[in-house]
């Protein structure tokens, strides 16, 4: 519909037949912000009442404020609109004539109910999963394994994730009244299937029989076992170092299913790398054959385990931490081993955490 006094004034400037064949709604107004004409499109979703056909914008549906600011400034604005349960993007253009003068404005309205809705569902499903992932965080580090004393063993740590949920998990716990057992593993990945892994990780240890639990062989054969028999793909797997510390005999027994870097067994600032041999708890390695051995520690003796993202850490050059930075701070520091090596870490990479970082640091008394 068009006001046609109106309309004589804007029509050099405007073609009415193309808007009139345009999908979206469009209307436009002149210079007083009365509505001069309505295409077909918004005539047949909004109506139109003839008697309305000068009526001023702002009337029960429209805010007038952006369109007279178009009018005064001659600049292009967009905004939205409600029309009842509907959303539209609006679009306001000053129509100029040759001699710059605004004459009107075109105002096209083009309907996002329906990406506003979709855009509503995808907050609300980021904002569920944020609630979930950080929930899922506090579980990760509920079941961290207390600090201080087991016995005769000190335990400290450091647990870094690089995101909110990690793929890293350790544990030290009492099996019987003369062992102790501990742990670090890393699954592939800093996801929610990761964080997964370590939970069945930390569930599957702690509900073994103890006779199971007390040697490291058939607690990581068990614990490959198991999770085989989840099927999960080939490339979800993890490594893990398992020992047992047995009180009586101040022994330390352990295998380890693909884990690196090796824990250190550190005496008076001499490091001895524990080596074993064992594959990644992985489909791809479904029977696998454990190595177990023995060492000796005595009183000052400390057991240090790390997951790789500590030595595998890279400064802004590419270069590695590397293995030899974790021995020379082993040898140069009788104590604060973890804030030590966290420290030189820090300043070696000066950039944004990529990996996660776990350091368990376990000591005899």
Same mark, same amino acid.
């Given at each position: 519909?068009?006001?046609?006094?109106?309309?004589?004034?804007?029509?050099?400037?405007?073609?009415?037949?193309?808007?009139?064949?345009?999908?979206?709604?469009?209307?436009?107004?002149?210079?007083?912000?009365?509505?001069?004409?309505?295409?077909?499109?918004?005539?047949?979703?909004?109506?139109?009442?003839?008697?309305?056909?000068?009526? $001023?914008?702002?009337?029960?549906?429209?805010?007038?404020?952006?369109?007279?600011?178009?009018?005064?400034?001659?600049?292009?604005?967009?905004?939205?609109?409600?029309?009842?349960?509907?959303?539209?993007?609006?679009?306001?253009?000053?129509?100029?004539?040759?001699?710059?003068? !605004?004459?009107?404005?075109?105002?096209?309205?083009?309907?996002?109910?329906?990406?506003?809705?979709?855009?509503?569902?995808?907050?609300?499903?980021?904002?569920?999963?944020?609630?979930?992932?950080?929930?899922?965080?506090? %579980?990760?580090?509920?079941?961290?394994?207390?600090?201080?004393?087991?016995?005769?063993?000190?335990?400290?740590?450091?647990?870094?994730?690089?995101?909110?949920?990690?793929?890293?998990?350790?544990?030290?716990?009492? !099996?019987?009244?003369?062992? %102790?057992?501990?742990?670090?593993?890393?699954?592939?990945?800093?996801?929610?299937?990761?964080?997964?892994?370590?939970?069945?990780?930390?569930?599957?240890?702690?509900?073994?029989?103890?006779?199971?639990?007390?040697?490291?062989?058939?607690?990581?054969?068990?614990?490959?076992?198991?999770?085989?028999?989840?099927?999960?793909? !080939?490339?979800?797997?993890?490594?893990?170092?398992?020992?047992?510390?047995?009180?009586?005999?101040?022994?330390?027994?352990?295998?380890?299913?693909?884990?690196?870097?090796?824990?250190?067994?550190?005496?008076?600032?001499?490091?001895?790398?524990?080596?074993?041999?064992?594959?990644?708890?992985?489909?791809?390695?479904?029977?696998?054959?454990?190595?177990?051995?023995? %060492?000796?520690?005595?009183?000052?003796?400390?057991?240090?385990?790390?997951?790789?993202?500590?030595?595998?850490?890279?400064?802004?050059?590419?270069?590695?931490?590397?293995?030899?930075?974790?021995?020379? %701070?082993?040898?140069?520091?009788?104590?604060? !081993?973890?804030?030590? $090596?966290?420290?030189?870490?820090?300043?070696?990479?000066?950039?944004?955490?990529?990996?996660?970082?776990?350091?368990?640091?376990?000591?005899?008394?």
């Amino acid at each position: 519909m068009v006001d046609k006094m109106e309309r004589e004034k804007i029509d050099e400037n405007v073609d009415f037949q193309v808007l009139n064949a345009i999908a979206d709604l469009v209307r436009v107004l002149d210079y007083k912000e009365k509505v001069v004409f309505v295409n077909k499109a918004m005539e047949d979703l909004l109506g139109y009442d003839p008697d309305k056909k000068v009526c $001023i914008l702002g009337e029960d549906l429209f805010d007038p404020e952006i369109t007279k600011r178009a009018l005064m400034s001659g600049e292009v604005i967009q905004r939205e609109e409600n029309i009842g349960s509907m959303v539209f993007s609006v679009k306001c253009s000053p129509i100029i004539n040759k001699k710059g003068e !605004i004459l009107g404005v075109v105002e096209v309205f083009r309907n996002v109910t329906m990406a506003r809705k979709l855009q509503k569902e995808l907050i609300d499903k980021n904002r569920f999963m944020t609630n979930e992932t950080n929930a899922a965080s506090l %579980i990760q580090k509920k079941v961290l394994p207390d600090k201080g004393f087991i016995k005769n063993l000190k335990v400290n740590y450091l647990y870094k994730p690089s995101t909110i949920l990690s793929g890293d998990m350790f544990d030290v716990f009492q !099996i019987d009244d003369d062992n %102790i057992g501990m742990y670090i593993a890393d699954s592939v990945g800093h996801g929610f299937a990761a964080s997964m892994v370590t939970m069945f990780i930390k569930s599957m240890v702690r509900t073994l029989d103890k006779s199971v639990q007390n040697s490291p062989k058939k607690t990581l054969t068990e614990l490959c076992k198991r999770f085989t028999s989840l099927k999960l793909e !080939i490339e979800n797997y993890f490594t893990c170092f398992y020992g047992v510390y047995n009180l009586k005999k101040r022994s330390f027994t352990f295998s380890n299913a693909g884990h690196l870097p090796l824990p250190l067994r550190v005496r008076n600032r001499e490091a001895l790398s524990l080596e074993s041999r064992g594959y990644p708890i992985s489909r791809f390695f479904a029977k696998p054959d454990y190595e177990e051995k023995e %060492i000796k520690l005595h009183a000052g003796d400390y057991l240090l385990f790390m997951t790789d993202g500590v030595e595998e850490a890279r400064n802004p050059d590419k270069e590695a931490f590397g293995h030899k930075r974790v021995l020379d %701070i082993v040898s140069n520091y009788n104590s604060d !081993i973890l804030d030590n $090596i966290n420290n030189e870490l820090e300043e070696f990479t000066d950039s944004p955490q990529v990996d996660d970082i776990s350091m368990l640091l376990v000591s005899v008394w």
